[in-house]
């Protein structure tokens, strides 16, 4: 449950409508400037097995924002996250007792992308909660860091981190230090502080922005204090900085740079051999002080490879390093089966590669590896809209990075224009990806069941821009395989909105046809012109779909939300009671909560009784 008390009217945080299961169903805006005063208990939504009890707001900040979210509460420990809402599975930032008065947070990080992000406030653990105040505020520019000072092999210098420090993206002060490295140079840094929870980075700069290569916060048998072997992968500066693990600690530290130690001794394995091996406390360590095998093959530019690690002793973790031994890439669970893993990987140039293969922990035994080559990635097949057509996902088909088989389609389209795709099958669990066609293939969207008829997939989107698009058809499963049906639709451009009066009830009905959401929900939107101080009173009725309503205003493209709410009147019927904040032409959604519903409607706009 919460209340919101607006503290500044200025904004420059863009809400944008969702609707759809990636959010709990209580997700509320949250303005710059305000603050929210509300309560987790009973009734609010849990995550997995109970772990903790959350609430969640929706919010949508352009590039470059550097924003700061503060919880606090005098009845349980809190604790922040925030996600990206395409991307509810990765948390881009979190703290707990950042604020550094007790068990409140401070939660700072820089928006790198312009999207919408979800704030999740929750309790540290468990299902206990209480009344808590949040505020998201936007911070001023950071200062221009200055020049890093210099560290040189075999040096130790001793240093504090200060509240006048520079400060990193995510809010964290640092101090950086500079040394000149040769590609395949390996190094061993070591942080120490007695005053804080110590992190060491070492990266980059690119494009005037540090990028991380590689970092440590509690490096092996020394407590708190960070140990870090670093291999450097080509000629050239690299930085260290020095940060703590929470915003508000500060103090002293020292800092050494000392040659790393030689690498584990590769044996030799071809692609498509099986071998092996024992993990035995008498093997190397790796550079995390873990006992692993080293294997080193040959591979071809562009060549993809299959990585497969089993064991029945221990929980398997398989990594993949180029000849300079800098990591490629990592797996843990990926296998078909249990604790066993899978790696699946591209490789970039022709050349020597090496496998590490470890326990998860330090646990030893016997395991299987084994490299497989795959189905390098072929050229898409073009597809029109309108077409139906009937495939195969096969042995033989190229794998995406989570190891499915899957085939590919472009076909053109132009900015606004609004496609649906449906795939169907009786074999496996379908799963249907868009993405832009140039470069590396990253999905813009995604769909699972969204045909609400079992496993099926529908995905609605609006393409962004003019161009050349990749719709992949794929099981959702690795080791799924078998036949399926997929269809692409052209379906124009986003509908425009009709007109309502105040008074007056709007009847409707939500088709595949009608305009959708970020989250591919179903709506359809109303303008209505208002003065300032005007009070609405919206409802919406319907019994063939969870009714959700929302008014607010176009700003840049995006639809900014001034009010909504899902369950106001009952379950699934919804009421807002909403005032003009100015005199203006707003617009009422009024559509599903859940992708994919359609069914009649009832819209109802009138004033609110004194």
Do not use: C
């Amino acid at each position: 449950m919460r209340r919101q008390t607006i503290l500044a009217a200025a904004s420059s945080l863009a809400l944008v409508l969702a609707a759809g299961p990636v959010l709990a169903q209580s997700a509320e805006p949250l303005r710059i400037g305000a603050s929210v005063e509300g309560s987790l208990g009973e009734g609010d939504a849990a995550a997995e097995d109970d772990a903790y009890r959350f609430d969640e707001y929706l919010v949508s900040a352009r590039a470059g924002q550097r924003l700061e979210a503060t919880m606090r509460s005098g009845a349980f420990d809190t604790v922040l996250e925030v996600r990206r809402q395409d991307d509810m599975d990765t948390v881009i930032g979190t703290d707990d007792d950042g604020l550094g008065d007790g068990t409140d947070s401070r939660l700072r990080f820089t928006v790198t992308e312009a999207g919408t992000y979800i704030l999740r406030a929750r309790t540290l653990s468990g299902l206990e909660g209480g009344a808590y105040t949040l505020s998201l505020t936007e911070r001023p520019p950071a200062p221009r860091a200055p020049r890093p000072s210099g560290i040189r092999l075999g040096q130790t210098v001793n240093g504090e981190l200060t509240a006048r420090d520079p400060e990193a993206d995510d809010g964290l002060p640092y101090d950086a230090f500079a040394f000149r490295a040769r590609a395949g140079e390996r190094f061993a840094v070591a942080l120490d502080s007695e005053a804080f929870d110590p992190i060491v980075r070492i990266g980059r700069m690119e494009s005037g922005a540090f990028a991380e290569l590689a970092q440590n916060d509690d490096g092996p048998d020394d407590g708190l204090n960070s140990r870090l072997v670093f291999t450097a992968p080509d000629d050239g500066e690299y930085l260290i900085r020095v940060t703590p693990l929470t915003a508000a600690a500060e103090g002293r530290y020292s800092l050494s740079l000392r040659e790393g130690p030689a690498p584990l001794p590769a044996q030799p394995i071809a692609i498509g051999a099986t071998v092996t091996g024992q993990l035995a406390e008498s093997d190397g360590k790796n550079e995390s002080d873990i006992p692993a095998d080293a294997w080193r093959f040959e591979g071809r530019e562009g060549q993809r490879v299959r990585i497969d690690m089993t064991s029945d002793d221990f929980d398997t973790v398989v990594e993949l390093f180029d000849d300079n031994r800098v990591s490629l890439g990592e797996d843990d669970d990926g296998g078909p089966e249990g604790t066993n893993s899978r790696l699946t990987f591209t490789l970039p140039r022709t050349g020597s590669y090496v496998v590490e293969a470890r326990a998860f922990s330090t646990a030893t035994g016997d395991y299987e590896l084994s490299i497989t080559a795959v189905e390098a990635d072929r050229a898409p097949d073009a597809i029109a809209f309108g077409t139906k057509l009937e495939g195969e996902i096969g042995e033989t088909d190229p794998r995406d990075g989570d190891d499915r088989g899957y085939d590919a389609f472009t076909f053109s389209g132009i900015e606004g224009q609004r496609i649906q795709a449906i795939m169907r099958s009786g074999d496996f669990d379908t799963f249907l990806q868009i993405g832009k066609a140039e470069g590396e293939f990253t999905a813009l969207a995604s769909d699972d069941d969204g045909l609400m008829e079992g496993t099926d997939s529908r995905l609605y989107f609006t393409l962004p821009a003019d161009g050349d698009y990749v719709l992949r058809a794929l099981p959702l499963g690795a080791d799924a395989k078998g036949l399926y049906a997929l269809e692409l639709v052209d379906r124009g451009p986003q509908p425009q909105p009709g007109s309502i009066l105040i008074g007056s009830t709007a009847w409707g009905a939500l088709t595949d046809n009608d305009a959708t959401t970020d989250s591919n929900a179903h709506y359809d939107a109303y303008r209505i012109t208002l003065h300032e101080d005007e009070k609405l009173l919206i409802t919406m009725v319907s019994n063939d779909v969870d009714s959700f309503v929302a008014v607010g205003q176009e700003e840049d493209g995006k639809f900014e939300i001034l009010g909504s709410d899902d369950d106001g009147l009952t379950d699934t019927h919804a009421k807002l009671e909403w005032t003009a904040p100015e005199d203006g032409t707003f617009e009422i959604r009024a559509g599903a909560y859940q992708q994919g519903q359609t069914g009649v409607y009832a819209l109802t706009v009138e004033k609110q009784q004194p």
